[in-house]
């Protein structure tokens, strides 16, 4: 049920290293790519076989001490939107969602309006729904059991507000948009109704669960399992992200 970080996200640091610019601070900027790119390795990592600790906490902390407000400010224009991205997720997978989100306003903010649709931009975009996800997935896990009243506030509305704000990020998309920003869309999407029909299922009351799956049917647009093979059918067979639903008994 946990959100991951998976290629799509490498794949952005990697891309941003071609293009990077040879100023002073820019080559320190690097190594946080360089290093981001470890963390995002390691959480891939600790997924799969989530055995013992997960080192890319440690990473995911350093970069948040390097990348402050101040070091932020300080780099080429060109950057700011990806140091940005960078910081919004370290954050986002050490828990601090608040903070997450205020770093992906961030973000968006210094994104010129031409890279709305870059891989960047599009992410930057969609965090806000990850990061919402995440938050419900927590607080989920802290309940010894989930009520209707449980679920009505705040699962419906929040997943509801999630899902929205994914699918509102992904229509930033256009034609120099990525295709694997696309798959990596429809894999977080899978996700999404997974953690919510999760919830839906954890409810003991016959008659309640059965009105919290009609809520949450009806937000959605189809039954959930339903939804749930439409966004995996999206993604290629063979793709990674395809494997991984399958490996999660996704089909």
């Known amino acids: 049920m946990q959100s991951r970080i998976i290629q799509f996200v490498t794949g952005t640091a990697l891309a941003m290293l071609l293009a990077v610019v040879t100023a002073c601070g820019t080559i320190q900027y690097r190594d946080v790519q360089g290093e981001f790119v470890d963390a995002v390795a390691a959480d891939n990592a600790w997924a799969v076989s989530p055995l013992g600790g997960n080192a890319s906490e440690g990473l995911y902390s350093s970069i948040l001490v390097q990348l402050t407000d101040d070091y932020i400010a300080k780099l080429d224009d060109r950057l700011e939107p990806n140091a940005w991205l960078l910081r919004a997720v370290s954050e986002w997978r050490l828990g601090e969602f608040s903070n997450a989100r205020s770093s992906a306003k961030k973000g968006r903010d210094k994104l010129p309006d031409n ?100 809520d949450a049917e009806g937000k959605v647009g189809l039954k959930l399992r339903n939804a749930m093979d439409a966004e995996r059918n999206k993604i290629p067979e063979g793709h990674p992200l395809r494997e991984l639903i399958k490996a999660e008994g996704g089909g």
Not at 139 to 162: E, G, K
Not at 164 to 180: I, S, V, Y
Not at 182 to 211: C, F, K, M, P
Request: charged share 25%.
């Open 115 to 214: 890279q709305r649709g870059s891989r960047d931009g599009v992410m930057l975009a969609m965090l806000d729904g990850l990061i919402i996800d995440s938050d419900l997935l927590a607080r989920y896990r802290q309940l010894s059991d989930v009520t209707l009243a449980d679920y009505q506030d705040p699962f419906s509305s929040d997943f509801d507000t999630a899902l929205k704000a994914l699918d509102n990020g992904f229509a930033q998309a256009g034609p120099a948009t990525p295709p694997e920003v696309g798959w990596y869309y429809h894999y977080h999407r899978w996700r999404l109704i997974q953690n919510w029909r999760t919830v839906v299922n954890s409810i003991e009351d016959d008659g309640d669960r059965a009105t919290a799956k009609s």
